[in-house]
């Protein structure tokens, strides 16, 4: 009978002992197996985002000036210019032949030389009956006639070669109408001497770049748009300019139609060769100084968007609102701020209302640090895991050192 009591007995304080834990664990929470340690503990950046339509483009230019020449190519004497020459404005480009300028400015040339000769002997000569009329006595009427004489001879000579000196002015400036100066600073572009009616082109700044948009980019792609530009191989020279115009008649290829678009550059856009060839980010939207998060830390529950934030303790699940994606990051538009903890790379076995532990770090405890701790706190840590998300003031203390 006693030992039937016993079994009895046993029975009881098991169900007892049992009864009560499931009692507490269900009243306290059950804080020992809803603590999870994590070292993925992170803090929310923040930082902008872009998102952008990638495309091509050339360096060119909407100014193109065209000197034609005459259709006579047998007048041209000489062309200055090559294709690829950088001109300024006055280089000149060619010059037409002018032999019988050249004839009469010779001409004119041997005679002003012939009368500035001339002018010269009577030079001398008056200079001589000066001295003559002032050592010489009796003469005077004489000397003084052949002194107007000489007078009258010099002032003849003078107008002879004023107007001579004119008309040779007049024939140079005549030649130099001969040769054809550049309008505008700028690139030779081409010298065509073939073609009906020769020309030479020169294109000018400002450069703007050339690209083009297939049928299914197009609505993408508005006037006003901003865009980065790169030049192929110079990764660190990144250029900014503006969409400023999309054709409407598009260049047709094979069965697909594409629209040309420019873009015009807003800084130091004298350094890009003409003719170049660039990368285009045309920024289709950006976010400024949002808040962001490694993709690794959002999860899908239920088509929500979730990321699990630190509370004091404790875990709390936020349904957050996503925005632009940028490599590895992610904008979040609302849910969560810059500045909160959250996990990344949350284990499965995660969810609201657990307690984060991180590992304790050993490398980082300085043994100073121990001073700070009661033997109480001590115990108290090692029971209950260390740097525990809810620290007390003893280890806010220590972390401050």
């Known amino acids: 009978m006693r030992k039937k009591w016993m079994i009895y007995g046993t029975l009881i304080v098991f169900s007892l002992f049992f009864s009560i834990n499931l009692y507490l664990f269900d009243k306290y929470d059950k804080s020992l197996s809803r603590t999870v340690i994590s070292d993925s503990i992170i803090q929310v950046k923040q930082r902008d985002f872009t998102l952008f339509f990638p495309a091509k483009g050339v360096v060119s230019s909407p100014h193109i000036e065209k000197i034609f020449l005459p259709t006579d190519m047998n007048e041209v004497e000489k062309i200055f210019v090559r294709r690829g020459q950088e001109v300024q404005m006055g280089t000149p480009l060619f010059s037409l032949k002018s032999n019988q300028l050249d004839e009469q400015i010779e001409e004119l040339a041997n005679e002003l030389a012939f009368w500035q000769q001339q002018q010269n002997e009577v030079e001398q000569s008056i200079d001589s009956l000066k001295m003559d009329m002032e050592t010489q006595e009796g003469q005077e009427n004489s000397q003084a006639l052949l002194m107007q004489q000489l007078q009258s001879e010099r002032r003849e000579i003078e107008s002879k070669i004023h107007h001579l000196t004119n008309q040779k002015a007049y024939l140079e400036k005549k030649k130099e109408k001969q040769i054809v100066k550049s309008p505008a600073a700028g ?215």
């Open 187 to 401: 690139i030779i572009d081409n010298v065509e001497l073939n073609k009906p009616h020769p020309f030479i082109s020169i294109v000018s700044r400002p450069y703007l770049i050339k690209g083009t948009l297939s049928e299914m980019e197009l609505p993408k792609i508005k006037e006003g748009q901003r865009v980065k530009i790169i030049p192929l191989g110079q990764r660190k020279n990144i250029y900014s300019g503006t969409i400023t115009e999309i054709d409407k008649i598009p260049t047709q290829q094979k069965k697909e139609s594409f629209y040309p678009f420019y873009v015009h550059l807003e800084n130091n856009e004298a350094s890009l060769p003409y003719g170049s060839h660039v990368s285009l980010s045309i920024i289709l939207q950006e976010s400024k100084d949002v808040p962001s998060i490694p993709k690794t830390s959002i999860v899908q529950k239920r088509k929500k968007h979730i990321v699990y934030k630190l509370s004091k303790d404790k875990v709390d699940a936020r349904s957050v609102q996503l925005g632009l994606a940028d490599g590895l990051e992610r904008e979040i538009a609302s849910g969560i701020h810059a500045g909160d903890w959250i996990i990344d790379n949350p284990p499965s076995s995660l969810y609201e209302g657990m307690t984060i532990s991180t590992p304790m770090e050993l490398g980082k405890i300085k043994k100073e640090y121990f001073r700070y701790f009661s033997k109480t706190d001590m115990a108290s840590l090692i029971t209950s895991g260390f740097f525990r998300t809810k620290t007390d003031d003893v280890i806010e203390k220590m972390m401050k050192k």
